[in-house]
């Protein structure tokens, strides 16, 4: 065996083992990523977002991953100022717990993500950043690091910085805090959305005429609805709002009604080979001979029947 297919097998096997040991990802995390994935899209190739990232030969993991492939990419919203080559972000859902045990585990986790062996000394300190994302703030932990010193205000309104826990530069960001239309997704992504954020969101998706980000957007919008239900239900209401959602979620919409349309034409036809060969005694093969069905779906369907 070559080094080059030595090194192929180790990575397609870490592949496989990274997808047996992953834990199942919560609702919350799926509308963190397409939050993340429309922030970046506009960087193209220069950001690369890794997903689940070992930090080692077993977890932990780190939630996400950016990495900055060209050095000059300059980001237009504060809460990215500090990011270097590596970041590491952890994303903790409006009813995960942030406490000081957290911190400093996150920060356990970047100087993993340093050492570990399959990077061979490339990433320095210098090049790794960490921030973790929620909605609200533990009060008490705030007071208590503030006091100590471990935790100082940014330039901005919703982002802390930890200072004292480790040299790597260190951010905290409390999306409810965040000001200005443009963080208005960050803020909605929770189970208590301002109704004039939700409808934000709504407009710029609205305004998007790339497809994938669309994608991105109704992933992002569908979380939205299903955690403030209310909400949805008066936009619905509003003639303009609501009709922008409509057109919005119109593909998403069809795509669920053909996968009904496809699971009913399915039935049909499971019950037709039944009756052929009930009939006329015949095995599921001649059936679908008779049935005329293409060979392509044969397997599919033999499959089916079996069950």
Do not use: C
């Amino acid at each position: 065996m070559t080094d080059k297919e030595r090194k192929e097998k180790i990575a397609f096997h870490r592949a496989a083992l990274k997808e047996l040991l992953a834990t199942p990802r919560s609702d919350w995390h799926t509308g963190f990523e397409a939050l993340l994935r429309i922030e970046t899209y506009k960087y193209g190739n220069s950001i690369r977002l890794l997903t689940e990232e070992v930090l080692g030969e077993e977890p932990p993991r780190a939630d996400y991953v950016v990495l900055i492939e060209d050095e000059k990419v300059e980001f237009d919203k504060d809460i990215f100022k500090i990011f270097h080559k590596h970041n590491i972000l952890e994303y903790k859902n409006p009813h995960d717990s942030l406490n000081e045990r957290v911190i400093r585990k996150i920060a356990a986790y970047a100087y993993l993500y340093i050492g570990i062996a399959e990077h061979e000394g490339d990433i320095k300190a210098d090049d790794v950043t960490i921030s973790i994302f929620r909605a609200v703030k533990n009060p008490k932990l705030f007071k208590t690091m503030e006091r100590s010193g471990n935790l100082i205000k940014g330039d901005a309104p919703g982002i802390y910085l930890v200072k004292g826990i480790t040299d790597i530069p260190f951010q905290i960001i409390i999306t409810g805090e965040l000001q200005g239309e443009e963080y208005a997704a960050y803020r909605a992504l929770t189970d208590k959305a301002a109704e004039e954020d939700v409808e934000r969101v709504i407009v710029f998706a609205d305004k998007e005429r790339t497809d994938s980000l669309r994608d991105h957007y109704r992933v992002l919008i569908e979380l939205l609805a299903v955690k403030n239900p209310q909400i949805f239900e008066e936009i619905r209401r509003n003639d303009m709002a609501g009709d922008i959602l409509m057109e919005i979620m119109k593909d998403r919409v069809d795509e669920k009604v053909n996968e009904k349309v496809n699971e009913k034409e399915q039935e049909t036809l499971i019950r037709a080979i039944r009756n052929v060969m009930d009939s006329f005694g015949v095995n599921v093969e001649k059936a679908m001979d008779s049935l005329k069905i293409p060979q392509s779906q044969r397997s599919l369907y033999e499959g089916l029947i079996k069950k």
